[in-house]
């Protein structure tokens, strides 16, 4: 930078110099102080606020774009940067997305859409079977901050290591000396006797002195080998042996024990000796590879040719010349090209700014991914085995393994103790031998459910691998340390729990009772083979913490005996809390065994497995010898948080019967071994099937159309815990329904009696049933029904009317009709809901749809219900909702229709970010969201009826909380406003048009609207609602910045003038945050560039640069005509008044949008650059308005806090009159007023520490813009009468005693105020105040009341800058931007403002460019590492601080020699 600087400032002086000297006299009466009218400072304790009393700037109407890009068509497309003009043809497209799924084919049955008749059903389905609709804007990366770009990062731009003049003196300090030690060179230190050098006196045992050597690298790769008195090396060395001129080390003992000899070009030596002869050794050995280090150093750059691109160069420079002579056009072009092209390769300026090097991740936007399926923590359970002490071989023949007598049947499922709840569904498995399975028949299951095809069919899987399945994953949202992974054991039904089990609990010797226990099983599976009853349980638990880390390495509890009165979940939730509990789990009684089932984490990749709905995942193996993993379904908590969005078909009911009181009936002799079975039936008509569409278990078929539930011997009122899992139909109708049917089952087996009664098995007791529609919603939750002895057919229809009467056919009810059975269902869907109100809601659509008139009343209160819809269901059923809700809202023909619809997606949307669920709604607008197709005569877009909707919304008569919400969360609608647009352009194919006709203007009066009425609730509620207000206001621009993109251009720059206009200088802190803010996103757009077209606007045409209008001042034609560019610069120069914060915001927002220039690889060439850089030329002017404030020279690059002790002081110690004006300068030569000290830095004579030079300052008046910058520069600087400065002792008397009255008194001096009103004025420089700077809000007050006195007193409504310095920081900013320019911009650019410039302005901006020297001079290594310890400065010498040291090993190694050969050896080594 320093190096730009001064390339800069060379040229700079040379045109100066070309022009005469008295045009750059300053007038007289020019001074380096401040104006300022006398005030009197208010008290900061109490309590006034005081606002700025800047005036308004003027709004400049931008230039109609449209029209001007039709009009200069000609111009734009001769323009050799016309990309940089023109926005492109393909800016932007729609685009269909497939759906990424991870199964092998869809989840939606093959004729699920034809068979769906409700609305619901068919608008879920719709969205399950869509695309993904995305709207792709080609250059979007380029729309967001420079951190974001493209290209960012991918090139590592960093400057060579150089090494400075200032830097050499601490390479020589112990920081060096381990800077060469981490660089990998070789160090060593230790104790050496030095003999005595002079040849004159010869060397002798007296001769030689102790001390202490080391051996360090410098920075360019040299050694030197230091000695000193002690040990301490951090000190200077009293001498140094440059290892650069060694020729060699030998041994020499002729002297001394243990001595060695250094020997050098110069044929001069050092003789060194050790203590030891080890020592001796490695020393030499360590000089000896650094020798042959330098050896191979050398022998490379002979290699590499030095001397011969000497000869090279010689050659190419006499045939240069001789070429020059001969072509010397080519030749000059030649040169040219490679100027430019070292130019282009030189480092970007901005990359060397620290602030374009930070981290900054806070204007990332999260990156939207489409809806996908998501799961808990997943657990792969593997099965292994079930054994128990009673084994035996169950073959005929006794020939096989020795395996469990009987078969026994395991299910798995998770329990949450601390939620008191059962957490997943069933997972059964069969962990029998082939052997043990065969004791069962088939036949049974066959007959039972017959054959036929099952409703829900399974696709592209051999259903012989379902039938044994050995491992399950399981999901759990919400891990921690109270979840069980429970195991069930059943066995085929024999009689009572304890009879059974007794066997299995004994110790002794069990061949025999095996073999008993055999016989009794096979009869028992030949006979009752399809009937289960309960046996035993165990428990394990999963997780370690609640982070899911599994607890691998604990096992399954002992097998506890099953108890028959403690069957149900409630009983198992009880017997888990506690588990943990030894003295109560030592109580229950174990059967001897062990269940072997092993837990692990399931992999990203895991294969061969199929879902809850057995579909099968992309990775799966259609073989018979693959293991097939199942998963298991989980059963989610109903809580928003843990709900998403559902993106798969699923239709499930799960049904638990729990208990049948049945003590207490007459109707039937025996009811004991009761067994329930469960049928799902669309009919009941007598000679109906049940469907085929219950989940079977293993080694039966996947679908069944009836299952039986676990029976209990000998028990009239039994328990039930079994799970029935059932695929729903798509559609359901009222006559589908849940049969119960009951059965006493005969488990005598016994030869006693007749052939007949024994073969009786089974006798039935009782019917129930439970229709599952209800009010149009599945049944769900705990139910109560009566069972009947008897099934009419037709007995849905039978319906009691009265006590005693009925209708339908006759029933006959068990125990009088009393409600005897309890089930429960729980419905898993993602087609149909359980929340009244949505259901409600689409029903009533669905009537209108279907021809019904449609009443606004009626729609309205149904819209107004939704308001009461559960959080997990509006969540899990949000792109359909909200599909839904945009489709009402075209339709609708009044406007209260309209606005409801918007106030429940507000209350959609507002529930979602409270939830913290906010994503859904981001993938749901750029993934899920579809506008409509447009009919114009029925339905409206939703970009219009939408933005009414709002502007409704948003009036002060409506609903507050609404309104907030709005704001708050508007980033939502605005972003469906810009989707709906999109699509509405390509659909209809009106992006072909003129930007003026593709939208109607109800549609632009409608946008200007929203944007009038976000004014007030953004400038109003930033106290009360600073959340809302934030967030409105950056939604407010993204839209209005993709408005670019679609709309007309013009109208765009409009609604930015409007909504900038709405505030003012001197508004709060937030607010000017607020403006910055959405300037900074409006000018992220990505077409920034050609938006504020960077082309001559001049009339005629222009044949010389140097004709061409450059503006250098924010003239209303600049602003006007770069409209965006010029409304920055315009805020960024009124904020330089403001507060720091201010100003550093607005800083910020400028240097940031620089920086993105810069980098953007579209714009990567100079010439690229050089035209964006005229755009920022009216920056100059900026700058030497603020030239006062800029101008520090005492560089401190790191903050410093000093502490003052004399604020306890009552009075103020203000500089004496010499210190506080600066006295005026007469003539008119060139050395009286160019700054002395600007050429003494630019030759390296004078110290740039000096402050000697002039700093000019003026009072410009306010152009019509209220602009900064003067539009006539040769009248920017106001006349000065002679008289005033023999007022000027007088006014800074008056400065003086209003500043002491006002820290002696509180409320400030009033003997002022009798004073007539006029322009009194002090002349002030705040930088040379002695006392501490004044805080800023009374410096921000002292300037707003000196100015509302100056408009007071004067009709002019002149302008007064404030001229209080500027932090490091922001000055340090300034001047990147000024520099990035003056490296950009062409230099006839350069050369057209040096000659147009006026004397005062040309002065400032050399000012300006020493300013820069000091800012980013280099101090040192040992200077930043001091004053980053805050150990202060180091005053250095005069030595080289912008450019490196230039040499090369072999001119050190000469300029060390000679070094070596000019001191005197009895001076330098002798006496140290």
């Not at 020939?399 to 949450?416: A, I, M």
């Not at 006014?1291 to 009798?1314: C, F, I, T, V």
Request: glycine content about 4%; some cysteine; overall charge neutral.
């Amino acid at each position: 930078m320093g190096c730009t600087t001064s390339v800069v400032l060379f040229k700079g002086i040379r045109t100066v110099f070309e022009r005469s000297c008295g045009y750059i006299c300053k007038q007289q009466g020019e001074n380096n102080a401040l104006e300022y009218t006398a005030f009197s400072l208010p008290n900061e304790d109490s309590g006034i606020l005081i606002h700025s009393c800047l005036a308004k700037p003027k709004l400049i109407e931008p230039i109609d774009y449209e029209n001007v890009i039709v009009q200069r068509k000609t111009q734009i497309l001769n323009d050799g940067l016309r990309e940089m003009l023109l926005f492109p043809y393909d800016d932007f497209q729609t685009a269909l997305l497939k759906r990424q799924s991870r199964y092998i084919h869809s989840t939606v049955p093959e004729n699920a859409e034809k068979e769906a008749q409700s609305l619901f059903v068919t608008e879920c389905i719709k969205t399950y079977n869509s695309d993904w609709h995305v709207v792709n804007y080609r250059y979007e990366d380029y729309s967001g901050e420079f951190r974001q770009l493209p290209n960012k990062g991918t090139k590592s731009e960093k400057l060579p290591v150089h090494l400075y003049e200032v830097d050499e003196e601490a390479d020589k300090d112990e920081d060096a000396a381990s800077l060469g030690s981490q660089k990998g060179g070789i160090t060593k230190q230790g104790w050496l006797y030095k003999g005595n050098m002079n040849s004159a006196i010869s060397v002798t045992m007296r001769s030689f002195k102790r001390r202490f050597f080391h051996l360090i690298q410098l920075g360019d790769g040299s050694y030197n080998l230091n000695f000193y008195k002690d040990e301490k090396i951090s000190k200077e060395p009293k001498g140094s042996i440059f290892l650069d001129s060694c020729m060699g080390v030998v041994q020499n003992n002729k002297v001394r024990r243990f001595a060695f000899e250094l020997k050098m070009q110069d044929k001069s030596s050092y003789l060194l000796a050790a203590d030891s002869e080890l020592e001796m050794e490695e020393w030499i050995n360590t000089l000896n590879k650094i020798l042959q280090l330098n050896f191979e150093a050398a022998m490379q750059e002979k290699r590499n040719g030095e001397s011969h691109e000497d000869d090279e160069q010689s050659k190419m420079e006499s045939s240069s010349s001789s070429f020059d002579n001969y072509y010397p056009e080519i030749a000059k072009s030649t040169r040219e090209a490679e100027m430019k092209l070292k130019s282009e390769s030189r480092v970007k300026l901005f990359a060397l700014d620290p602030d374009a090097q930070k981290l900054d991740f806070s204007g990332i936007e999260p990156e939207v991914k489409p809806f996908e399926e998501k799961f808990g923590k997943k657990i792969l359970v593997k099965c292994n085995d079930l054994s128990f002490n009673l084994q035996s071989c169950v073959a005929e023949n006794e020939e096989g393994p020795t395996t469990n007598v009987e078969p026994f049947f395991v299910t798995l499922s998770l329990f949450d103790i601390k939620n008191n709840r059962k957490i997943s569904a069933d997972f059964h498995v069969d962990l029998n031998h082939a052997s043990v399975r065969h004791m069962i028949p088939n036949a049974s299951q066959q007959m039972m459910n017959g054959s036929g095809d099952s409703l829900h069919r399974i696709q592209d899987i051999n259903e012989t691998i379902l039938q044994y399945p050995k491992q399950g994953i399981f999901s759990v949202t919400c891990p921690h340390t109270d979840i069980f992974l429970v195991a069930r054991i059943e066995k085929v039904l024999q009689g009572s729990i304890t009879h059974c089990a007794e066997p299995y609990m004994k110790s002794s010797d069990s061949s025999k009772a095996a073999q008993k226990v055999l016989k009794n099983a096979k009869q028992a599976c030949q006979r009752l083979g399809q009937y289960r009853m309960p046996f035993a349980w165990a428990a394990r638990t999963l997780f370690k913490d609640a982070s899911g880390t599994l607890d691998k390495n604990a096992r399954f509890s002992p097998l506890f005996r099953q108890d028959s009165n403690k069957l149900s979940n409630e009983d198992m939730l009880k017997l888990l809390a506690d588990f943990r509990k030894p003295e109560k789990m030592a109580k229950l009684p174990v059967i001897l065994g062990n269940l072997d089932v092993t837990i692990d984490n399931v992999s990203p990749d895991f294969p061969n497995y199929v879902n809850s709905s057995y579909i099968p995942m992309k990775q799966f193996e259609n073989s018979t010898k693959a293991l097939i993993t199942f998963e298991i379904e989980e059963f989610v908590p109903c809580i928003p948080k843990h709900t998403q969005p559902f993106t798969i078909y699923n239709n499930h009911l799960y049904v638990y019967p729990k208990h049948l009181k049945y003590d207490s009936q007459k109707s039937f002799a025996k009811a004991r071994n009761i067994a329930v079975c469960i049928e799902f039936k669309d009919s009941d008509e007598e000679d109906s099937l049940p469907l085929k569409c219950i989940y079977g278990r293993p080694g039966g078929p996947v679908f069944i159309r009836s299952a039986f539930a676990a029976v209990l011997h000998h028990h009239q009122n039994p328990e039930f815990y079994d799970e029935i899992k059932i695929e729903l139909p798509t559609q359901l109708h009222e006559k589908h329904h849940l049969l119960f049917t009951f059965y006493h089952v005969s488990c005598d087996n016994s030869s006693k009696g007749s052939t007949k009664k024994r073969d009786v098995i089974e006798t039935q007791v009782g019917y129930s049933w439970l229709p599952l529609i209800k009010d149009g919603r599945v049944v769900t939750n705990e139910q109560h029904i009566p069972v009947s002895a008897n099934l009419p057919s037709g007995y849905l229809s039978h319906q009691e009317v009265g006590v005693g009467k009925h209708s339908g056919p006759e029933i006959k009810w068990v125990d009088g009709g009393k409600q005897l059975l309890k089930i429960s269902t729980h419905l898993v869907s993602t087609v149909y809901t359980q929340d009244q109100h949505l259901h409600n809601f689409f029903q009533y659509c669905q009537k209108t749809e279907s021809g019904a008139r449609a009443l606004g009343t009626d729609l309205v209160k149904y819209l107004k219900s939704l308001h009461a819809m559960e959080g997990h269901v509006m969540i899990a059923f949000l792109p359909t909702v909200l599909n839904q809700l945009f489709r009402v809202l075209t339709r609708a023909t009044q406007e209260e229709v309209a606005v409801n619809v918007t106030r429940v997606i507000i209350h959609i949307v507002a529930q979602c970010h409270e939830e913290g669920l906010d994503s859904y709604l981001r993938s749901y607008v750029k993934y899920a969201y579809k506008a409509e197709p447009y009919v114009g005569s029925e339905y409206k877009t939703v970009h219009e009826e939408l933005t009414k909707s709002m502007t409704t919304i948003l009036k002060p008569s409506a609903d507050f909380l609404t309104s907030n919400k709005l704001l708050k969360y508007s980033w939502f609608f605005f972003e469906v406003l810009i989707k709906s647009m999109a699509q509405h352009l390509i659909e209809n194919s009106k992006v072909k048009l003129l930007r003026n006709q593709r939208f109607s203007a109800s549609f632009h009066h409608a946008v200007e609207t929203v944007v009038n009425m976000l004014m007030p609730h953004i400038t109003q509620k930033y106290k009360d609602n600073p959340e809302a207000s934030k967030n409105a206001n950056h939604s407010l621009a993204a839209f209005i910045k993709r408005c670019f993109t679609f709309m007309d251009r013009g109208f765009v720059f409009k609604q930015i003038n409007n909504y900038i206009s709405c505030f003012a200088p001197g508004d709060p802190k937030t607010l000017f945050e607020f403006k910055f803010e959405f300037l900074r996103v409006v000018c992220n757009h990505e077409h920034y560039i050609p938006l504020n077209l960077p082309m001559p606007f001049g009339k005629g045409r222009v044949q010389r640069y140097q004709d061409l209008h450059l503006d250098y001042s924010l003239t209303d034609e600049f602003c006007k005509n770069h409209f965006l560019v010029g409304l920055l610069l315009r805020e960024v120069g009124n904020a330089l008044q403001e507060f720091r914060d201010v100003r550093q915001i607005a800083i910020s927002v400028l240097k940031n949008l620089m920086i993105k220039h810069s980098f953007d690889d579209r714009y990567a060439s100079r010439i690229h650059q050089g035209r964006i850089a005229t755009m920022y030329l009216p920056l100059f002017g900026l700058l030497i308005e603020n030239v006062q404030r800029i101008d520090v020279k005492d560089v401190c690059p790191f903050p410093v806090n000093p502490s003052s002790n004399s604020a306890k002081d009552d009075a103020l110690n203000l500089p004496t009159a010499s210190q506080l004006v600066t006295p005026q300068k007469s003539g008119n030569t060139l050395d009286n007023n160019l700054p002395k000290d600007l050429f003494g830095v630019i030759s390296g004579i004078a110290s740039p520490y000096t402050t000697s030079t002039p700093n000019i300052n003026s009072v410009r008046n306010a152009d019509s813009r209220g602009s900064l910058i003067s539009t006539d520069s040769g009248n920017s600087l106001p006349e000065r009468h002679s008289d005033k400065s023999n007022s000027l002792d007088k006014q800074r008397e008056k400065l003086l005693r209003r500043h002491s009255a006002h820290a002696m008194r509180p409320n400030g001096g009033e003997e002022e105020n009798s004073h007539p009103a006029k322009k009194n004025r002090v002349t002030m420089d705040f930088s040379l105040l002695t006392i501490p700077a004044f805080p800023e809000k009374i410096l921000h007050a002292a300037f707003s009341l000196q100015l509302q006195e100056n408009q007071q007193s004067s009709t002019l409504g002149s302008s007064v800058v404030r001229y209080d310095k500027l932090d490091q920081a922001e000055i340090k900013s300034l001047l990147m931007c000024f520099l990035h320019i003056l490296r950009s911009m062409s230099e006839d650019a350069l050369f057209t403002y040096w000659n147009k410039a006026t004397k005062s302005e040309l002065m400032d901006f050399f000012t300006i460019t020493e300013v820069c020297l000091h800012q980013f001079q280099y101090m040192g290594k040992r200077y930043i590492a001091r004053n980053q310890e805050g150990l202060g400065s180091i005053v250095h010498d005069r030595k080289s601080q912008t450019l490196p040291v230039s040499r090369n090993r072999t001119g050190m190694m000469h300029a060390r020699l000679q070094q070596l050969s000019s001191l005197d050896n009895s001076l330098t080594f002798n006496h140290m």
